[in-house]
């Protein structure tokens, strides 16, 4: 039966491939450690590992320059991150994923839409 630990480990390998800078290893041990957190938690309910493994997709796409990947996946942490956490008080994780997105549009030139998002996180 899948574990969350394992899929823990994968991430840690993808991060150290990240560091190295070896992208496309390190996507497939994200998209391992995806595959097992989904198979230990199902699809119906979101779970925080899952959108923190999202996010590192997403910002591993960042950095390879896949910018409207790394929105989609962005966008998908967030969304999950908002069912787990709600919107009534600030939490860490979802102030992280807003600057990731003020950041990613950013970096595109999409000033307008990087602006939204900071005010998004505000509320």
Known sequence: KPHPD???TYNNIGSVYDSMGKYPEALAEYKKALNVYLAVYGTEKPHPDVATTKKKIGSLYRRMGKYSEAL????KA???RLAV?????????LANIYNNI????RRMGKYSEALAECK????
């Open 72 to 75: 989609a996946e962005y966008k």
């Open 102 to 105: 003020n950041s990613l549009h």
């Open 78 to 80: 967030l969304k999950m």
């Open 85 to 93: 956490y709600g919107t009534e008080k600030p939490h860490p994780d």
């Open 6 to 8: 394992v899929a823990t």
């Open 120 to 123: 998004t996180s505000q509320n």
